[in-house]
Each structure stands twice: as C-alpha cells, then as structure tokens.
C-alpha cells in the first residue's frame, strides 16, 4: 500500500517536497474514527509512547514515595530540550532516590534546540546525561527500580525487571504482543518496540479514558496524561510542538512526539486515541499532520480549531524573514 | 506517478522510515543511462546549482581581475559551514572589490553544523552576514557587479542585471526556459528557478565537458568545478558530504548539495552529469542516494567504489555508541 501524501512544502507557486503518512484515530475499544494510510503497519513510537513507559514509576508507588508532582511526572514522560530548568528538575529527581547522573544510562548530547544549544555552549564545557532529553524519563526508570528495590544498574537492557515491567505496560494497554522480533534499541539505548499504528492510538484512548485498563492503571494513566497536560513546557520546551499544542487547550488535548515523525495523542473529552507517523520520518511534517487532525476533531470549537489549522499550515520564512513557501497539511 | 523508494531506515531487523525520490543520470547531449522515479518532473535545484549561479563572477572577468584562485572561486560556488575559514575568505573577496558585510543581502543565520555552532556561540555575540552558508556565493555576487560597473544594490532581486545573467546561464546550461511562472524565493533572498531534473542532470553534464557551451562558457565552467573538486573544503566544510564524496576522488567526482534533498552533481571522466531529488526533502536520503550513484557509475574502481558504497549503508548510531540501525540507498 502507497502511503497518501499528507503534507505538501511549497515554494512560490510549485510544491517543492511531499510527505507522505499515516493516521489512526480510534476509541477505546478500537472503533476507527479516522484513517489514513496503512493503519496496520507497525510503527515504532519511539519518544512518543513515553506516558506507557512512565506507568511502573507512577503504579509502583514510587512517584508517590519520592513526593512527585506534577512537573516530576511530566518530566518523566517528556522529551525535554535541555533548558535549565528541565535538567535541575532531573536532577533532583535522582537525588529524592540518593541516586544522581552517574547512574543514567542514556548517554549526552547537546540540546537539538538551536537557542538552547548557544546557551549550552556558553555555560557548560560538555554535556552531561542530564542534557539528554530522556534524562527525565531515565530518572524515573532509576526511581522506579530503587522504590521496588530492584537494583537500577542495567536498567536499559531488554532483560532487566524494569523493561519487562514496561513491556507488560504496553501489551496491556496497546492490546499488540511486543518482544524480541519487534524490537529495536532506542536513541536513549532502552528497548522500542514496533505497534501497529492503529493499536496505539487504541492505547492512547485507554490511557486517557481508562476503558479496558484495571482501576490502578487507569488512575495512573489518568495522572501521568494530566500531570502532562498541566505541566507542558516540563514534556518538551520552550517553542516546542508538543507544549504549544497542549497549552492552546488546557486539559482538553495531550500530545506527544516521537524521533521519525512519530506522534502519540489523545483528547480525553472524546475519549479519543490518535497515533501519525510521516513516512519519512520528518518532524515538520508530523506536526502538521497532528495539528491538522486536532482542527479537524475539535472543529465545533471554531477558535480552537482556528489557532490547530495555523500549526497545520506553517509559513516559511528565509534569513531575511521573506515568506516563501508553506508546510501544509493536506489530509484526506 | 508515484516516485520509488530509495533509500531505507532500518531499526533493529525492521524498516523504521523510507523515502522515495527520483534520480537522472544523462550525458551532454541528453541521453539518460540512469532514471529512477519522474525525471521530468521541475525540481528547485536550490543550492545545488550554485556553480552555475557563479558563471557571471569568471565569465565577466571579475574573478581574474580580483585575483581570486581556486580557494575563492570554490567558495563562490559553496554553502559552507561557517567555519572561521570560510568567513575569512568571504570577507576578503568583498575586500578585494571594495566592499564589505553590509553589500551583502543573503541574512544572518548560525551554523547548521553543530560543532561550527558551538565554536561560533562561544566566539561571537550574533551572526552576521559572512556566517551564512551563501555569503560566498553573494561575495562573489557583489564582486561581479562591481566589476562589470552594475550597482550591487538590490542584486538579489528578480529584475537586477545580475539576475538577468544567471538566468540566461541557467537557460543555456539546462536547455530550459526559466521565468517568473517557475521562480521561487530561496533562503538566500535570490531567484531559484524549478527546471526539470533531467534537464539539471544535462547541464551539469554540459558544465563538465563543455559540450553544446561556448568556448569561453565551457572554460568558465570547467574552471569553476576544477576549483570546487582542488578546494572541497570550501565547497561545504569539516565533515560534509560534498567535501568528502569530493576528496574520495581529486578531479573525477563533482558533487554539491541543496536544500530540500538535492544534489546536482558530475563524473567529467564519463561526461555524465547528475541530479536527484528526494521527495520528502531530507538530506540524510539524498547523500546515500549520491553517494549510491557514484559507486554504481564508479563501479570499475573497485576500491573507490567500495569507499562510496559505505556512503550508501550508514550504520547509526545512538548517544551510547550502540548501532540502532542503518540508512540505505535501495536503488532499483
């Protein structure tokens, strides 16, 4: 099956480059709401499935041992840009567990994000693990295991406790079998397992309805969703996709990216799922993909759906600011 | 039509993302001895064609009157990494004809190199004009106007004289008729004009061997891709694909790169010139499918061949080190 052209990039009059795609939107019990492409394929959600992966962290009771708030458990279900505020956050995260960043197994690297990147480079020789933008998630996998009195050390690996308790995570609540055949390693070195598109947005309809989850999975899905929701800048960063879409709709729209044009989302009012994936793996083009498919769901908000359509059509400007082409959802 | 796929990301055992794209391979007089996807289709060279674009700056006598050798000339056709060099060298030949950052109308902008970024927020306040990827290229714009008697002012613009000439070198080269109906605005505030991709390819195969060019026309281009093949350095910067495809094999692989997933590029030895496109625009995609190309055409150097073919099969590698996965030229 050839994917649909989802997103066009203009240039003056001419389409200069095309995306192509896929999008699922269910219901909780898997009811198709919307489709486009093959919703069948298998996708790795990558960053974008990090809620799931926070789930032992919030269920074990150590979110509630260490004094987790909100920001905590957002972090720990973000992909964070690498601004002070996120790397304190993380650190001291680690410390509520007597652990610190020699105990992150993540890797460094400097921020993606250009502003945030100049500032590394102005204030710190290298980056740490804490720079990672999975340093929140990674902190959270260390407090889960020390609360369960698991020995952190290894957390990363396929085998270790901890990634078998993320692995029942997302069967339970994706519905699909995941294990060694459908997995690949991560940017951040933790396992990725490969979903059909339309079983994750089944997932993230569960995750924010609780439909089909037991009462303590539903209560922790609920509160990781929320804590995201209410705390967006600690999910991802400052001019971010991620939190600009959740703050347009305080509590009302949960969105999460993936590296490869992954998104993971839900509108909890719908009792919605939605999980995209751009072919190509492009983020310019995932973006408009969901903020496209937000305007269309949420389209009896006409002011909401206005500020979603404007996400969905982005005008690009050059170094001199000159508008000369758009990123254009162009969804079927 | 709907264009192949041609290069694959892997993650583990599975295919994670791919791109689709088109290829021409033609000789001078436009025969095609390679075609993958819609060669007829109006691709924006972008950047690719820059070495067409610096025609005016030698053909006028601007480059010898300036005393620019192979080091400026490369650079006037080039999209550099901003290093320390390469800004040196751009501010000179402004020098050289009397001007200076100001005459420049390109904009600003950081490094897109994440290492030349952080030695530039760590060395300047702000970037200037000289630090764009082009100031090479408008350096050498101002220094044909100046030599020729034409104010510079404005020489971005559809209807200065400058434009003028390089669309009639853009007309000749490619054999296609270029106007207002296919001009686009491109990051550097000039005209890009969209021209069939096998028309590209004919013209880098015409820039290569002089066929179908006028003598002083075919010096000027020669000259101008023997100084990008002696200096590819300058042509790009530290690490970059067109710097390395380029010193892989002195004097035999012409390559240069522009936005949007394009490659203009010529083996003078075969008398063929190249062009591609990836669909989706992604850069990672067009390399391997260059690189790809090279070694296919390449094939009788063994060796040579085998060094491009790595350029074809990247192995990536996440923040630990671990291999995750591989972006590979699939070409039918």
Redesign the interface.
Known sequence: M?NPVLVD?T????T?????GMIAVTDAAGGVVYAAGDIDA?V?PRSACKAIQALPLVESGAADTYGFGQREIALAASSHSGEDAHIALAAEMLERARRGVADL??????SSQ?PV??HQ??TRQMPDALC?NCSGKHAGFVCACCHQGIDPKGYTGYDHPLQAQIREAMEDVTGAIVGA?????????IP?Y?VPLKALARGFARMATGEGLSPERARAARRILDAAMAEPWYVAGTGRACTALMSLAPGRIYAKTGA??VFCAALPEQGLGIALK?????TR?AEAMVAAVFARLLSDDVELAGRLSERADVRLR?????E??RVRAVLP
């Open positions: 050839v990039v240039r003056g009059a001419l200069e480059s095309r995306h192509r298998a790795f197994e993540c890797g460094a690297h400097w250009q990147l100049i480079a102005r990672n055949d459908v997995c690949g390693t991560d940017g951040c070195n990725t490969a490869e044009g751009c072919e190509d793996g492009t083009a050059n170094w001199n600011g000159t000369v082409g």
